[in-house]
Nanobody, 123 residues
């Protein structure tokens, strides 16, 4: 089991910055990637940014150049620095941790999710 505790978020004006953090605890030895997803009202949850255990990052095209995902492996914590925020960035941001689990027919991925933190961007 992996527990995720998120912090950060809040209200910011367009063009401003916010940072999020997510600390993982529990069975953390089999994490392969951590990252952030977001969900706006009436929309599906979408990927924002992820970072693998080796440091490879992946960003949604809409946030490239504005958001930075980073990770402290020693603290099992993932961060998201969000700059030049836009109203369309608003939503509930969820921390995600992808683990690998040994299954009966081979390993598979299992995702854990944080409780979500609200990001509001005023225009």
């Amino acid at each position: 089991q992996v527990q995720l505790v998120e912090s950060g978020g809040g209200l910011v004006q367009a063009g401003g910055s916010l940072s999020l953090s997510c600390a993982a605890s529990g069975s953390i030895f089999n994490i392969v990637a951590m990252g952030w997803f977001r969900q706006a009202p009436g929309k599906q949850r979408e990927l924002v940014a992820t970072i693998t255990s080796g440091g490879t990052t992946n960003y949604a095209s809409s946030v490239k150049g504005r958001f930075t995902v980073s990770r402290d492996n020693a603290k099992n914590t993932v961060y998201l620095q969000m700059n030049n925020l836009k109203p369309e960035d608003a939503g509930v941001y969820y921390c995600n941790t992808r683990t690998v689990v040994a299954g009966p027919i081979g390993p598979y991925h299992y995702d854990y999710w944080g409780q979500g933190t609200q990001v509001t961007v005023s225009s």
